[in-house]
């Protein structure tokens, strides 16, 4: 087994969160789904928790440290055993699971109810969820499978 490179999740992993703010801009700029506001649900969350104002920075930071470190480097483990042979089967595989973890733990948890169904939209808020968690879950996978395939080339 390769030795393991914290490099390449985490480049992988400011890939994927570059994309994923990159749509979370584009549905502000575009205004979609203006009543679905994940980020500020969480901050507002948060303020409750700790029983005071939180700054709308702390939940962008978290988001940034969570997909760019965090999730990265729990795919950079877990990759060989996610179904797929290349980085967007693999990256759909993790996103799928990403996206019902969030969907049933953390949505209820800042009080959008599972699949944020409290928002009042439907199924909208859910597909956006699950399109954001897509984007970044591909692009991450995608940008570390390359990352791998180039190191164990170069290596051979």
């Known amino acids: 087994m390769t030795k393991f490179r914290i490099w390449k999740p985490l480049l992988a992993g400011l890939c994927g969160t570059t994309v994923h703010l990159a749509l979370m801009s584009l549905k502000s700029s575009m205004g979609w789904l203006p009543a679905f506001q994940p980020y500020e649900s969480l ?58 973890l969030m969907s049933l733990i953390m949505f209820p948890l800042i009080g959008l109810g599972p699949f944020a169904v409290r928002v009042g939209l439907g199924v909208a808020p859910a597909l956006f969820s699950l399109a954001m968690l897509l984007t970044y879950s591909i692009a991450m996978a995608a940008v570390y499978i390359a990352l791998e395939k180039c190191i164990t080339e170069g290596s051979a």
């Open 43 to 100: 901050q507002h969350a948060f303020g409750q928790w700790v029983g005071t104002n939180v700054s709308p920075v702390v939940p962008w930071m978290l988001s940034f440290v969570n997909g760019t470190a965090v999730l990265s480097v729990l795919f950079a483990r877990t990759n060989r055993f996610l179904p797929g042979r290349n980085g967007i089967t693999k990256g759909v595989s993790f996103g799928l699971a990403g996206w019902a």
